[in-house]
Nanobody
Framework: VQLQASGGGLVQAGDSLKLSCAASGFTFSGYRMAWFRQAPGNEREFVGQVSQNGGTTAYSDSVKGRFTVSRDNAKNTVYLQMNNLGPEDTAVYYC??????????????????WGQGTLVTVSS
């Protein structure tokens, strides 16, 4: 199993950025996909998720309306479109895969598969 996240970088406040996570080694379409982030000194926190067929999404309150999670099952890839970024969004962003039900998507320990993380830095 491999999850390869990419697309991070240094941007200015108000900018947009799109992260990608390419999956291999498992049946991608059978797994719910999520993004988490972890800032220095903080615990890993849920950002957003998308269901197996892309029909259901959920977000943390801190990113709702600014971030969008989507997936392309033909490409085994999940995306995180981030708009109107602020310094508070600075973190390492991780993609994760799970077959957990929707009620458990916000808990990191429910995800058996994780990517290596990609750093997003937002300057003010």
């Amino acid at each position: 199993v491999q999850l390869q996240a990419s697309g991070g970088g240094l941007v200015q406040a108000g900018d947009s950025l799109k992260l990608s996570c390419a999956a291999s080694g498992f049946t991608f379409s059978g797994y719910r996909m999520a993004w988490f982030r972890q800032a220095p000194g903080n615990e890993r926190e849920f950002v957003g998720q998308v269901s197996q067929n892309g029909g259901t999404t959920a977000y943390s309150d801190s990113v709702k309306g600014r971030f969008t999670v989507s997936r392309d099952n033909a490409k085994n890839t999940v995306y995180l479109q981030m708009n109107n970024l602020g310094p508070e969004d600075t973190a390492v962003y991780y993609c994760a895969a799970s077959r957990i039900v929707l009620s458990g998507v916000r808990i990191p320990s429910n995800y058996p598969y994780w990517g290596q993380g990609t750093l997003v830095t937002v300057s003010s």
